[in-house]
């Protein structure tokens, strides 16, 4: 089982729709969490931190359960721009190695 | 800028021909990565580097070599490129003292025919 788990996609989602996709992590010792975005062809970027509380970024929202150890990425009034690839990113604090879920594809359609 | 530049963007070599690909970071940071993207395995760690002279290995190693001569540096070394090693590089710095974000270059896409 992969350390970190997302569900590849794509997803289609029309414009102006609410989209949303979770990640899952297999080390409850997890404690950093994080969302980045990757454009076709090009780097990763940093989206968003996740924490415990859950956190809003404008129309972005990321949400972690402990419990059930997954964490979640809401994405609100979907714009055309906000087509690519989200990952998922999880550190765990006793050491500094990133680990990178495969990554969860979004297309928006006008 | 603050920024990760990678060299060369673009790379078609053919099997056992040894080649660098260069990384450098101007943020001062202490650690430094190297990634390979393949479609539907997502970001493969292949080494990592905590400061100069300190590399050790990732996920998947084999295959690469790396160095830390100095902070901003990390290149990745292909002693002998074979055909699955045609993949999409990434090379990452971050501030292991501050924020966690990890800054990456904008990507080697290497082809070994």
């Known amino acids: 089982r992969k350390e970190v788990e997302q569900d590849p996609g794509p997803f289609n989602v029309p414009e102006g729709a609410t989209v949303a996709f979770n990640c899952t992590y297999s080390n409850s010792a997890s404690q950093s969490f994080f969302w980045y975005r990757q454009d076709c062809r090009k780097e990763p970027k940093l989206l968003m931190s996740?924490?415990?509380?859950?956190n809003e970024d404008g129309r972005f929202t990321a949400q972690l359960n402990r419990a059930s150890q997954y964490i979640s990425l809401l994405i609100r009034d979907s714009k055309l721009s906000d087509s690519a690839t989200y990952l998922c990113v999880v550190k765990k604090d006793s050491n500094y190695q990133l680990i990178w879920g495969a990554g969860t594809k979004l297309i928006i359609k006008p | 800028e603050a920024q990760v530049t990678q060299n060369p963007r673009y790379l078609i070599t053919v099997t056992g021909k040894k080649l660098t690909v260069t990384c450098s970071q101007n943020?001062?940071?202490?650690?430094m990565s190297w990634y390979r993207q393949d479609p539907g395995l997502g970001l493969r760690q292949i080494y990592y580097?905590?400061?100069?002279?300190?590399?050790d290995k990732g996920d998947v190693p084999e295959g690469y070599k790396v160095s830390r001569k100095e902070k901003r540096n990390f290149p990745l070394i292909l002693e002998s490129p074979s055909p699955n090693q045609t993949s999409l590089y990434f090379c990452a710095s971050r501030d292991l003292t501050g924020g966690n974000e990890q800054f990456f270059g904008p990507g080697t896409r290497l082809t070994v025919l």
């Open positions: 943020m001062n940071h202490e650690y």
């Open positions: 580097s905590m400061n100069v002279e300190v590399t």
């Open positions: 996740v924490y415990s509380s859950g």
